[in-house]
């Protein structure tokens, strides 16, 4: 199994650009902090408990964008030493936590679940480029994952809110990806029919 340092490495080898550090080791005041402003959010709004407005018959994607929609903001106006935002284009990080005092830009990614299974093997994607955090980040480079848990059955229900620090030498599963696009595949110079 690959850690976060390894494949941050690799794939920057693998883009063809001389690899820089893109993720370091959370500060131990730094972390508290981050967690206590939250705990202090969770807390004081009632987040879990609290039930989402959701649009009814949503898929569970759809649900799960509308979660994180409702949740970003209100932690963004309720947090007293950081402030959460969307993070500008597509890709990882989807928002960015900045510190307040120091500006100190932290990559965030939030995700929605509808159960928290420590047993779960399923496939939670981070990250398949390092274009967005070379242009938007700079060192220390601090990694968030914030996982809403959520319990569909009772209207959208916040059950939880996790934070896990990302380090450089947390395990990430790694699988080499292709895709194409429309475009991609307009311009290519394969054998296609269309009927």
């Known amino acids: 199994m690959k850690t976060l340092a390894d494949y941050y490495r690799q794939l920057q080898e693998w883009e063809g650009v001389s690899p820089i550090c893109l993720i370091s080791t959370w500060p131990e005041e730094f972390a508290l902090s981050v967690q206590e402003d939250f705990r202090s959010v969770i807390n004081g709004v009632g987040l879990v408990g609290m039930k989402c407005p959701v649009r009814s018959g949503s898929t569970n994607q759809s649900l799960g964008n509308q979660i994180q929609d409702f949740v970003v903001p209100l932690l963004a106006t309720e947090l007293a030493l950081f402030t959460l935002q969307r993070s500008p284009g597509a890709g990882y990080p989807d928002c960015e936590l900045i510190h307040l005092a120091s500006g100190q830009l932290v990559s965030a990614e939030v995700k929605a679940t509808s159960d928290w299974n420590p047993n779960d093997s399923s496939r939670r994607v981070l990250t398949s480029s390092s274009e967005k955090l070379r242009k938007r980040f700079s060192e220390p480079i601090l990694h968030l994952l914030i996982s ?22 947390t395990p990430v599963g790694v699988r080499l990806e292709a895709s194409v696009s429309h475009k991609i595949l307009c311009e290519g110079t394969h054998r296609s029919i269309v009927f």
């Open 148 to 169: 809403i848990v959520y319990s569909p059955a009772d209207g959208a229900q916040i059950q939880s809110l996790r934070l896990d620090f990302l380090e450089p030498i």
